[in-house]
């Protein structure tokens, strides 16, 4: 691929009109130099940074089309009164546009483009194919691992469940290696039916490789073929007068047919199926989609994607569908609720990313578009639960900036907390609350050194230095409140902070737990006012600064937690230079163990066979600190 050169805005040409001034974008020049070849390109606000990613089969046209005619309305019009500059990056197909496209999209988070919030990954049942008598396990991570993977499924949940069936139907073994390998007897799992015990040699490598192959097509949705297969069984050991076997196989055959009646609709074949519906109100945007996996609904999820005011929901679900899938494990078929404009450059790009067949598309019938409307209904609901909680907090700082007096009601709360055990592992915490609620993705824990054990005072003031001198640097966003746990020594810390790096417009205040430290009789106490304010117990305030301060408290002592575990697990001895690994271990069975080595003397310690005198000194030092 070929890129672009960046251009700026150029001096106008002169033609006897007025030429456009510093801070007008003049695009013929760039316009009369592009290619018709398809790509991507890029518009740049005046400091260079990136506002919309676009692609296209032919760049001259598409963007020229920003630029002609009178200013555009809505979105466009305003994404077009922000440029300053274009980037172009040639490919050559659009299939190779529309890649590079999305992975621009996700590195640089164009605010004009429709962008997904990253989650935890999908889980999926994996296959290890190393063993010679393989197990089905769950499993979360990277896809590049050996063996084969099933799904994505929807949750934990239906993994689970899928694992289940899975072991109730063919009982393949669900233990570690090393659990197999030293088994001498069946466990519980062959006693309830789960297992058939290839630990013990209770079955043969060719008929649990059988097994194996039936639990693969369970997983793929050809279940009815097992049914077929396990009735010719069925019926062979009747005629051979083995009517235990054919017991077994009857039982088997109504476990699978009770299994494949929890599908929705019956098993709709082998289909491995998303289906995506987008949902819009008050320019909030929820995808939804139903998880469909050997015609079986496996479960929902629902996703709010961030996009500017305007945009049409058809191109969120297309950038939903591109973001999502592409460098991911799409299934078979990906079924939307609304047509989208590249649904065959989709379906082209994803076949080629994964070596098989993907269709992307809207016009179904059957079971398929009762999949759809679920998920459309799923959407709606989703959407309007979240809009419900976004009221809730909104109303919630409405009444918080009504109580505390401010100006204008705080967008964005920031609230620290300290967590410490006697004085070790201090960490502080900052989470942060919006509107919409706890913004999780900007929530911070600081590592507390340097300070006197116990110093609260101390390690506030040194959190919030590190904090705001980012937002200082303008590498973190200015908080309109700012609450710390604790009361007007607290409070006295966070003014000094802000006074030393001249940050303004931050509201500050600090929330002591009241007398007894029950919950509604919490004091704030405010810069600028002699006396507590004390809110009432059914406020909205109240219950927001609550919960915010809980949330800190909460963040504040799992950081703490795993600080302290992690320094627990490290013996005193491993920092002190010249003692390696064979010295340490040498010392431990000497002197009897780390209670005998901290009680030793530097005589002692030196008697110990490859520990000199100076190293003795330097153990007993580092040991007794206060001495």
């Not at 200015?478 to 000094?496: N, S, T």
Request: with cysteine.
């Amino acid at each position: 691929m070929k890129r672009g050169k960046r251009e700026g805005a150029p001096a106008a040409e002169e033609r006897g009109r007025r030429a456009p001034s510093a801070a007008e974008f003049d695009p013929r020049p760039i316009l009369r130099r592009l290619s018709h070849r398809p790509g991507v390109y890029r518009m740049l606000d005046g400091n260079g940074e990136i506002l919309y990613v676009g692609k296209s089969r032919d760049l001259k046209k598409r963007v020229a089309s920003y630029f002609r005619g009178t200013p555009r309305p809505g979105k466009t019009g305003f994404l077009v009164s922000q440029v300053r500059g274009i980037e172009v990056t040639v490919t050559r197909t659009e299939a190779e546009a529309l890649v590079l496209e999305n992975t621009l999209i996700k590195a640089h988070k164009p605010r004009f483009n429709v962008l997904l919030k990253d989650d935890k990954s999908f889980p999926y049942i994996r296959l290890d194919t190393s063993h010679e008598f393989p197990r089905l396990s769950f499993y979360r991570g990277s896809r590049r691992v050996p063996g084969r993977l099933f799904g994505p499924y929807p949750n934990v949940p239906a993994v689970r469940a899928t694992l289940r069936d899975l072991q109730r139907l063919f009982r393949i073994r669900p233990c570690e290696d090393s659990y197999f390998a030293h088994r001498s007897r069946p466990c519980l799992q062959y006693q309830i039916e789960r297992c058939s015990a290839p630990c013990v040699g209770l079955i043969s490598p060719q008929d649990y490789a059988r097994d194996l192959d039936h639990a693969i097509r369970f997983l793929e949705g050809r279940g009815n073929e097992i049914r077929g297969e396990l009735v010719k069984r069925m019926e062979a050991a009747a005629e051979r007068l083995a009517f235990e076997e054919a017991a077994r196989y009857r039982d088997q055959i109504a476990r699978l047919a009770a299994i494949q009646e929890t599908a929705v609709g019956g098993e709709a074949g082998a289909v491995q199926a998303d289906a995506l519906a987008v949902h819009e109100q008050g320019g909030l945007y929820c995808v939804a989609a139903m998880f469909i996996r050997g015609g079986r609904v496996l479960g929902s999820r629902s996703w709010f994607p961030r996009a500017a005011p305007g945009t049409e929901p058809g191109e969120v679900l297309a950038a939903f569908v591109a973001q999502h899938y592409l460098g991911g494990s799409p299934p078979a078929e990906i079924l939307t609720s609304l047509g989208l404009e590249d649904e065959v450059l989709l379906s082209e790009a994803l076949t080629k990313q994964v070596g098989r067949p993907v269709a992307v598309r809207h016009r179904v019938r059957a079971i398929r578009a009762r999949w759809l409307e679920m998920a459309a209904e799923n959407a709606r609901q989703a959407l309007e639960l979240k809009i419900a909680g976004t009221a809730g907090f909104s109303a919630q700082m409405e009444a918080l900036g009504e109580a505390l007096g401010l100006e204008r009601t705080p967008r964005r709360i920031e609230c620290f907390d300290i967590s410490h055990t006697s004085g070790e592992a201090t960490v502080a915490s900052c989470v942060v609350f919006t509107p919409e609620g706890p913004l999780k993705s900007d929530y911070r824990r600081f590592n507390i050194a340097g300070v006197a054990a116990g110093d609260d005072y101390a390690a506030i003031r040194q959190a919030l230095q590190r904090r705001y001198s980012r937002v200082k640097r303008g590498e973190a966003p200015m908080p309109d409140l700012l609450l710390v746990d604790g009361g007007a020594g607290q409070l006295a810390e966070a003014q000094g902070v802000l006074n030393e790096l001249e940050l303004e417009g931050v509201e500050i205040a600090a929330v002591a737990k009241g007398p007894s430290r029950r919950p509604g009789l919490e004091r704030l106490f405010l810069a600028g006012r002699p006396e507590a304010l004390i809110l009432p117990r059914d406020s909205g305030a109240l219950h927001l600064v609550q919960q915010v301060r809980d949330e800190a408290h909460r963040f504040a002592i799992a950081g703490h937690r795993q600080r302290r575990a992690k320094t627990r697990r490290v013996s005193p001895l491993e920092g002190i230079p010249g003692l390696g690994p064979r010295r340490r271990r040498q010392l431990l069975n000497e002197l009897g163990g780390m209670q005998g080595v901290v009680s030793s003397g530097v005589e002692d310690l030196a008697r110990v066979q490859g520990i000199s005198r100076d190293l003795a000194h330097r153990i007993y030092d580092a040991l007794h600190p206060a001495d």
